[in-house]
């Protein structure tokens, strides 16, 4: 898993004339966003672990990718919903993985063409997929494709991060935070992972 290569650019340019953004780049000198590379484990290990805890989500997904031994489209598809359940997901989250599985292997999610889509037709995309919404779609962009410039505004740790760090901890609304976000640009998935830094100091990989 290796870092963007914009990494050094961006983090160069939000340090500048941003006194926050600068005291969190300099804490956290040394780690950097990083891509697990692979799109349907990606997106299979964000279901998984949706509405539950950390610790719940790595639980079961370790007796799921332990039962499939390699997390693929074919491999899903050929579990059958009750083995699939031994592992802990729920009947939901066993329809989406199906779903998931069944758009790759047809063909209605093709990685290799998303070089050269833009963002918002990614997630036009993926939100065609049972169970990924807009925040999912916004997490792979960000962990898999390493877009640079992706703001999650539903993101409940940005929010409150923007708030804590800018806004003397005043909650403030969506678009004042978006607005905020603009400063940013072009690297506001950049500016996002530092400001999840300051909540929690060791980064989340999907």
Not at 88 to 109: M, P, V, W
Request: aromatic residues 10%; proline residues 6%.
């Amino acid at each position: 898993m290796r870092p963007p290569d914009y990494w050094p650019q961006a983090i160069g340019e939000l340090a500048q004339g941003d006194p926050v953004m600068a005291e969190l780049i300099e804490r956290h000198a040394g780690l950097t966003l990083r891509s697990r590379g692979d799109p349907f484990s990606t997106l299979a290990r964000a279901i998984v672990g949706q509405q539950i805890s950390v610790t719940a989500a790595a639980a079961v997904w370790g007796r799921f990718s332990a039962r499939l031994g390699e997390v693929t489209p074919e491999r899903v598809a050929a579990l059958a919903p009750q083995g699939l359940a031994e592992c802990g997901l729920s009947r939901r989250k066993i329809e989406y993985l199906g779903d998931l599985a069944g758009h790759f292997l047809d063909g209605d999610l093709d990685p290799a063409a998303w070089d050269r889509l833009d963002d918002a037709a990614i997630i036009a995309e993926l939100s065609a997929v049972r169970g990924i919404g807009r925040w999912t779609a916004e997490m792979f962009l960000i962990f898999n494709l390493m877009r640079p410039d992706v703001f999650p505004l539903d993101d409940i740790g940005l929010q409150r991060a923007v708030c804590e760090r800018y806004f003397g901890g005043q909650k403030q609304s969506r678009q004042i935070i978006a607005e905020h976000g603009e400063r940013w640009r072009p690297w506001r998935s950049v500016a996002t992972w530092y400001l999840w830094r300051s909540l929690d100091p060791l980064p989340v990989e999907y």
